[in-house]
């Protein structure tokens, strides 16, 4: 976790007729999430803005189909701006880590088969949504152990449990 202090704007859009937790308790989630990221984007920059977009099980199959060429519904996609590696960025202005979208839907399913609570799970999905933006990834064993050992340590810190249990 890091000691720097950073401005987190988060845009959120719930088109899935799903309850979603408040604004102020996903900007908390991923704020904390943000404090844990170690990149060269949070050692330049200390604003930064996302969108979260919340979908149901339609427009998420859509989205997976166009993007990853999977035709099936999933639960969390991240869109990675990458800004950084197309220009500098200039200093002053909000830095646009990319784009999350989470189906509400598969979530509380999720939440309900694994036995953990809308809340827990809300945060976990969140967590994982935005490591991807800073290029976490679970393809490999060994990317999987770091990220989903940080994971943890977010969620801790967040007063849940292990994501993974």
């Known amino acids: 976790m890091t000691n720097r202090k950073y401005i987190l704007s ?4 719930n088109s899935s007729g799903e309850e979603i937790p408040i604004n102020n308790i996903i900007e908390e989630w991923l704020y904390c999430a943000l404090s844990f990221v170690n990149h060269n984007v949070t050692e330049i920059n200390n604003d930064f803005e996302l969108s979260l977009r919340v979908v149901d099980e339609i427009e998420m199959r859509a989205l997976n189909h ?6 099936v519904v999933t639960n969390v ?3 990675p701006s990458k800004m950084n590696e197309s220009f500098d960025w200039p200093l002053g202005c909000p830095y646009h880590l ?3 979208v989470i189906c509400a839907s598969v979530l509380n399913k999720e939440a309900q088969a694994q036995i953990k609570t809308i809340k827990a799970h809300w945060c976990h999905l ?10 976490y990834d679970h393809l490999h064993d060994d990317e999987a152990i770091r990220m989903e050992d940080l ?5 801790s810190k ?8």
């Open 66 to 71: 166009e993007f990853r060429n999977k035709n």
């Open 151 to 155: 994971e943890r340590a977010i969620c």
């Open 98 to 100: 990319g784009d999350i």
């Open 10 to 13: 988060v845009d959120i859009n």
């Open 158 to 165: 967040l007063g849940f449990s292990d994501p993974y249990k």
């Open 77 to 79: 996609l991240s869109f």
């Open 126 to 135: 969140l967590v994982h949504g935005l490591l991807h933006l800073f290029d």
